[in-house]
């Protein structure tokens, strides 16, 4: 297991990097720890869980954790985020004034590759100058603005002088950064998105820091990106939010 997504769950959940590398499931009360992801941290850590390595990490309020803990200590961890499992926790998170906001895939890379063939010009931006694409939706996937975790590093696509896709990477942690992309709809399904993300993704790693890269369960497509971009799957993830 890569050592640095080893030691970034061990903050994320809450636990010791020993723990991450085990078989066993890990249930813990939550201790914000300096180093964890804290992108979209709105309501604190009422309970989120890692699906990794064949088992769940389970962090969260300890009244939702003993509860997981009763039901869940001995799941199987490859299985974990299947519907009726899925379904049944959303109810008992709902009994709490809580919903399940979000349950993603994540990818990371750990090599530099080579750039797939592409017929179009970059344009790099340094973090003062995403600034200017504040508000721009386009570009919603590339850059979040999130304070918690900061856009660095931006790379664009560009053709006949305009912009047709946008790749940024955001500071989530000390040790890993996220990978977003946007391509504009006349120019999908030309490897472009594959482009840009090798090529962030590259410049993460030249920066000494882990890629990782997001997306749904049902998003087919970005799915292809980050496998084109030397991306391999490493975790799966779910967090819930208060309630409506």
Not at 78 to 85: G, K, N, V
Not at 172 to 183: A, K, R
Request: charged share 25%; with cysteine.
């Amino acid at each position: 297991m890569n050592k640095t997504l080893q030691l970034q769950l061990s903050k994320d959940y809450c636990c010791t990097p020993e723990e991450v590398c085990g078989r066993e499931n890990i249930f813990t009360v939550c201790s914000p720890l300096e180093g964890r992801r804290k992108f979209q941290e709105k309501s604190g850590c009422f309970l989120k869980i890692c699906a990794v390595n064949g088992k769940i990490l389970v962090t969260g309020r300890e009244d939702i954790v003993s509860q997981c803990r009763e039901k869940y200590s001995k799941w199987d961890g490859a299985w974990f985020m299947e519907f009726q499992t899925i379904f049944e926790l959303e109810k008992t998170v709902r009994a709490f004034g809580y919903k399940i906001d979000r349950l993603h895939p994540f990818y990371i890379s750990e090599e530099i590759t080579p750039l797939p063939p592409c017929d179009f010009e970059t344009v790099y931006y340094t973090q003062k100058e995403i600034e200017q694409f504040r508000d721009d939706d386009r570009f919603d996937e590339a850059f979040a603005f999130c304070e918690d975790a900061p856009d660095v590093l931006g790379i664009a696509a560009v053709k006949n002088g305009e912009i047709i896709g946008m790749a940024g990477a955001s500071a989530d942690s000390p040790y890993m950064y996220q990978i977003g992309i946007n391509v504009l709809p006349d120019h999908r399904g030309k490897g472009i998105g594959a482009a840009l993300v090798t090529l962030i993704k590259n410049k993460v790693l030249e920066l000494g820091k882990l890629p990782f890269y997001g997306t749904s369960v049902s998003h087919i497509a970005s799915q292809k990106t980050a496998v084109k971009a030397g991306f391999f799957p490493a975790w799966t993830e779910l967090v819930t939010e208060k309630g409506d």
